[in-house]
T-cell receptor, first 113, second 115 residues
Framework: SQKIEQNSEALNIQEGKTATLTCNYTNYSPAYLQWYRQDPGRGPVFLLLIRENEKEKRKERLKVTFDTTLKQSLFHITASQPADSATYLCALCEDTGRRALTFGSGTRLQVQP | GAVVSQHPSRVICKSGTSVKIECRSLDFQATTMFWYRQFPKKSLMLMATSNEGSKATYEQGVEKDKFLINHASLTLSTLTVTSAHPEDSSFYIC???????????FGPGTRLTVT
C-alpha cells in the first residue's frame, strides 16, 4: 500500500540548533516533493519544492534534500528560532498534469527559547 | 502576492441543511483549485481538483453529489456540502495554483460543525 510517513509527530529542539525533519514514502514515484508549514487553525504555507532529479534545494535557513533511492526527503531548519515552531508537512506529486498533492501527517516542531 | 481567501471561516449548521464555502484567489488567476479536508491532528486529504469552466475531478471515495464543486471563474471556486451530517464536520481548506505553477497557495480554511 502507499504511505507517506513523517518521522515523528513532535520534535522539540533548543533555539539556535538545526531541526531535521524526515519524510519517507512507499509505493510512490513522485515527480516532485514539497514542504509546507502549517500553523494551528490555518492553511498550509508553501516553503520549498524539489524535483525528482534534484538532490538539494536551499532557501535562506531552509534546506531540503531528496533521495529517490532511499525514498526519503529531509527538511532542515538551521539556526532555529521560536517563531519556527509550527507543523511541517511534506507533500508529493506523481501527476504533474493534474498537480494533485498527497500529504504526510506532519511533524509538529517546537523550538524552545 | 498569491493570497487566497475563504468564506466563511467558521460555520455551524443543522443536520440536513446545505452549506456553501467560497474560495477566492485575490491577486492572481487560479487555473486550478483544490479542495481538502483535514481532521484534528491529521493530514490534509484531497477531495477534488477543479479547473475553471470544467467539471471537478473527485478523489476515490468522495461523493460528488454530496460535495458539489463549482469553478465558475478564474478567481472563484465554491464547495457546497449538501444534506450535511455530523460526520461531515471538519476543517475544509482550498488551494489554488497558477497555470504551469506547482506551488499551491492555500486559503485559511473553514471550520464546519454540523449539529
Amino acid at each position: 500500500s502507499q504511505k507517506i510517513e513523517q518521522n515523528s509527530e513532535a520534535l522539540n529542539i533548543q533555539e539556535g540548533k538545526t531541526a531535521t525533519l524526515t519524510c519517507n514514502y512507499t509505493n510512490y514515484s513522485p515527480a516532485y516533493l514539497q514542504w509546507y508549514r502549517q500553523d494551528p487553525g490555518r492553511g498550509p504555507v508553501f516553503l520549498l519544492l524539489i524535483r525528482e532529479n534534484e538532490k538539494e534545494k536551499r532557501k535562506e535557513r531552509l534546506k531540503v534534500t531528496f533521495d529517490t533511492t532511499l525514498k526519503q526527503s529531509l527538511f532542515h531548519i538551521t539556526a532555529s528560532q521560536p517563531a519556527d515552531s509550527a507543523t511541517y508537512l511534506c507533500a508529493l506529486c506523481e501527476d504533474t498534469g493534474r498537480r494533485a498533492l498527497t500529504f504526510g501527517s506532519g511533524t509538529r516542531l517546537q523550538v524552545q527559547p | 502576492g498569491a493570497v487566497v481567501s475563504q468564506h466563511p471561516s467558521r460555520v455551524i449548521c443543522k443536520s440536513g441543511t446545505s452549506v456553501k464555502i467560497e474560495c477566492r484567489s485575490l491577486d492572481f488567476q487560479a487555473t486550478t483549485m483544490f479542495w481538502y479536508r483535514q481532521f484534528p491532528k491529521k493530514s490534509l486529504m484531497l477531495m477534488a481538483t477543479s479547473n475553471e469552466g470544467s467539471k471537478a475531478t473527485y478523489e476515490q471515495g468522495v461523493e460528488k453529489d454530496k460535495f458539489l464543486i463549482n469553478h465558475a471563474s478564474l478567481t472563484l471556486s465554491t464547495l457546497t456540502v449538501t444534506s450535511a451530517h455530523p460526520e461531515d464536520s471538519s476543517f475544509y481548506i482550498c488551494s489554488a495554483s497558477v497555470q504551469g505553477g506547482y506551488e499551491q497557495y492555500f486559503g485559511p480554511g473553514t471550520r464546519l460543525t454540523v449539529t
